[in-house]
């Protein structure tokens, strides 16, 4: 078979940067002129607040330890290189899932693969433009915390210098696997699958790493008697199974300059050489398997449970015209693993914070003193309960316009009133919100040694907080819908998902302001005052729950066939 990135396909850099400049110009038009830039704008700003709030943190804690002694500095590269293999690790993880969707599932693909512009300059612009889409990881998480360990430990220009030819090189490492992996995965199963299959793996990674973390009990590490003791087991560590690879010498040379050593220029060299064997590596296996790949890549999704009765019966509890658009969206979800492993994920953090409630020292509070301050506890927990409630609604109910993708104009075609089609989406997503809430709130309570009156009380809190998010979220999913996304998680990560998790939270902020206000009240003695402070929330959550959720379908339907 000749090989398609032969010496008669040469590489052009000006065709590459033609294949790239459409994704360039639809983000500039995306930030500049689209109507929801502002969006987008307040998501930069948020984007940079916390890239510089982590970068004044991690400075402030290595500029207060750095002077502690000298197993602090010692302790400082051992974490560093700990930081960069785990990175690298997640790099390459999400490289798989990029690459999946870059080379083989994206909608433009059919186009650019008809024009005459050459295969080598065709996987050059896939590869930028996977290295591209996941190197944000590293830039937003990765950057500030080296930079800033940089600046508090007084290295010198070398360590900078080095930062910025490491970094780089450990990304394109990153993309080359992601690539290559991608490619031969893609040629085992169809690309869908695959990246299902990856995805699915991803939340399962992720439970069980925070389920461990937990299990470590890591608020014991604040303890001044036992930090001497944690500071020799990481000094111990050799991580001699990562010695030979690109994040250990990364480490090693970073490592050194920290601390103000010479240049490890053998560690930087073969940095230099494994990134040019990773874009070698990616450039041969998408020559060797993309077509077949592709070829594969176009089969469709196998349509599972389209003749089961199960969800029709689920739905029966529901009003008769939400019944058939409730079934659709259960089907769905059941259908792609990507959507309900989050289910997954989500018991794992409901597990970890009732096991994090378990291990509060509550037991030291005795008498009406102790009693009080345990169930203000148990009703602070309504906040994080909004806050996970929130987030199952972002998932799910924040994207149900969106997840109808091209097939939109069916739906807004059909003789059904808008305000049915958003309450019977939001219907099936508000289950796990309450199961979530109720767990979160009850569990929590319980194990705190609440009353059962103030129990009884934060579970009909839960449920309007749950019905005040769920209308929040179908409501401005339906203002903002984004029908070009590839699935769910990427319309669930957008501005306006972030924008709404805001307002989210501004809203369980007000809700449990006015109880505080309420209980206060009462306290005090001023009953009337109380009792309207009461109500108000209750009024606020039945409200927010019902009239965004007409007003957003009014705003959806004038879109039209678009």
Request: glycine fraction near 8%; proline fraction near 4%.
């Amino acid at each position: 078979m000749a090989n398609p990135f032969g010496s008669a396909q040469s590489l052009d850099l000006g065709t590459v940067r033609r294949l790239l400049r459409p994704r360039i110009q639809s983000l500039g038009n995306v930030l500049l002129r689209s109507e929801r830039r502002w969006l987008y704008g307040g998501f930069i700003g948020l984007a940079f607040l916390f890239w510089a709030g982590l970068f004044a943190g991690i400075y402030f804690l290595v500029d207060s330890a750095w002077s502690q002694g000298a197993m602090v500095p010692l302790l400082a590269t051992a974490f560093l290189k700990v930081l960069l293999i785990s990175l690298s690790g997640l790099l390459s993880f999400s490289n798989v899932i990029t690459a999946l969707s870059v080379y083989y599932l994206s909608d433009d693909l059919e186009l650019v693969l008809s024009l005459p512009t050459g295969r080598t300059n065709f996987h050059t612009a896939r590869f930028v433009d996977t290295l591209t889409q996941s190197s944000w990881m590293m830039l937003v998480f990765g950057l500030p915390v080296f930079l800033a360990a940089g600046f508090a430990a007084r290295s010198g220009w070398p360590y900078f210098a080095a930062l910025f030819f490491v970094i780089p090189s450990l990304l394109v490492i990153s993309t080359g696997v992601g690539v290559a992996l991608a490619t031969a995965l893609v040629n085992l199963f169809s690309a869908r699958r695959a990246r299902d299959v990856l995805m699915f793996c991803a939340v399962l990674v992720i439970a069980g790493l925070l389920i461990f973390l937990r299990s470590l009990r890591p608020e014991q590490l604040v303890d001044a008697q036992a930090f001497s003791d944690l500071a020799g087991y990481m000094v111990a560590i050799r991580l001699d199974v990562f010695a030979n690879t690109p994040p250990g010498w990364a480490g090693d040379v970073l490592g050194g300059l920290l601390l103000n050593s010479p240049t490890r220029w053998v560690e930087l060299v073969r940095l230099g050489a494994a990134a040019g064997a990773a874009m070698a590596v990616a450039r041969w296996a998408t020559a060797w398997g993309f077509d077949a790949g592709w070829a594969r890549s176009q089969e469709a999704r196998s349509a599972r449970f389209h003749a089961s009765r199960t969800f029709d019966l689920v739905v029966r509890v529901l009003p008769r015209p939400w019944r058939p658009i409730a079934a659709k969206e259960l089907r769905i979800l059941f259908r792609d693993p990507a959507q309900w492993s989050q289910l997954l994920l989500l018991a794992a953090l409901c597990a970890i914070y009732l096991v994090s409630v378990g291990f509060l020292p509550m037991s030291a509070f005795r008498g009406t003193t102790g009693q009080w301050l345990r169930e203000g506890v148990s009703f602070l927990n309504l906040g994080m309960a909004g806050f996970v409630m929130a987030a199952v609604a972002a998932r799910f109910q924040f994207t149900g316009i969106s997840r109808e993708g091209r097939s939109w104009w069916i739906l807004r075609g059909a003789p059904v009133d808008p305000v049915v089609v958003l309450r019977a989406k939001a219907s099936f997503g508000l289950v796990p919100m309450i199961v979530v809430g109720q767990v979160v709130v009850v569990g929590s309570g319980y194990l705190l040694g609440a009353r059962p009156l103030l129990l009884a009380a934060e579970a009909a809190l839960a449920l309007l907080l749950a019905w005040a998010i769920s209308g929040l979220a179908s409501a401005l999913g339906a203002i903002w819908p984004d029908f070009s996304a590839e699935n769910a998680a990427r319309a669930a990560a957008s501005p306006a998902a972030v924008f709404f998790m805001v307002i989210a939270q501004v809203l369980v902020s007000v809700v449990l302001a006015f109880l505080v206000l309420s209980a206060y009240l009462a306290y005090k003695g001023h009953f009337v005052g109380a009792l309207v402070s009461g109500l108000l929330p209750v009024v606020l959550c039945l409200a927010v729950g019902h009239w965004p959720i007409r007003r957003a379908a009014a705003v959806l339907w004038s879109r039209g066939l678009q």
